[in-house]
């Protein structure tokens, strides 16, 4: 076999030359165009994560404005309207003592009506507490109310508390709506069971809090009048926060159960 003409092997030379040029170069476009587009892809990152960062920003201003707000309430309530009630009981107790002609029952109902609305005050404001946002405190502060009114009446109470999580937060419209359902619950124990033993429990698991209230009492229908209201009261409440609520009554006592997923 001949061999190529020298000028045609200088061709290909130059020929292999510029092909080995053109592929360099098309790697080098290549490489160039890939970390641009990482740079494009990681100053995008950076840019969503800065506004990411920016709306977290805002939301934890507005919320501690918010707990500024609920305290400033508190402080107001507790000054005013609190100072308001004590000096209408303290009048009423002084007419009580001085006067003779006017109906010491009548008095006696406005002491009554001044405490029920300071009470009703301390629950607003209890409510309003952000010291009170977890289930340590609210566990604690059912416990401390059932036990104060049960003890008035000759219903032996007790309670069972399993908390795994103390410090999970519990938002004040979960607090309050669950506290109106235990009251009503307890209500309904004193008034209606004819119970000598009532139980309450709660209990957390993976952020979903479960209450039962029961008694040992005779049971009662769900469509009586005098508790129908109440119970449909209950079940809207605990519907309201997205929450599962159940009732079991027969003659051997009165089940209501709650099921609230506090991350909703």
């Not at 045609?8 to 592929?23: D, H, N, P, Q």
Request: glycine share 4%; proline share 0%.
């Amino acid at each position: 076999m001949k061999s190529l003409p020298y000028e045609i092997k200088i061709t290909y030379f130059f020929i292999f030359i510029v092909m080995m040029i053109l592929t360099g170069f098309v790697i080098f476009v290549i490489l160039m165009y890939n970390k641009r587009q990482q740079f494009y892809i990681k100053e995008k990152q950076l840019k969503d994560a800065e506004f990411k960062n920016q709306i977290l920003e805002k939301e934890l201003e507005k919320q501690k404005s918010l707990e500024n707000e609920r305290a400033r309430i508190s402080r107001d309530m507790h000054d005013e309207i609190g100072a308001g009630i004590s000096a209408i009981k303290l009048q009423s107790e002084i007419l009580k003592m001085q006067s003779q002609n006017i109906s010491h029952q009548e008095i006696d109902e406005l002491i009554k009506i001044s405490e029920n609305m300071n009470h009703s005050m301390r629950e607003m404001l209890w409510s309003l507490n952000v010291a009170n946002d977890n289930i340590e405190n609210f566990t604690d502060y059912c416990i401390h109310y059932l036990e104060n009114y049960f003890s008035k009446t000759n219903i032996n109470f007790n309670f069972q508390k399993n908390i795994q999580n103390q410090k999970s937060i519990i938002k004040s419209e979960i607090r309050r709506n669950i506290l109106m359902v235990i009251k009503e619950s307890a209500h309904n124990i004193v008034k209606h069971s004819q119970a000598s033993q009532s139980t309450f429990q709660i209990t957390d698991e993976n952020q979903n809090l479960k209450i039962k209230i029961s008694d040992n009492g005779k049971g009662f229908s769900s469509e009586s009048s005098s508790v129908g209201y109440g119970l449909s009261s209950m079940r809207s409440r605990t519907e309201s926060l997205d929450g599962e609520f159940s009732l079991i009554s027969d003659d051997s006592g009165t089940t209501v159960s709650l099921s609230i997923d506090l991350e909703k």
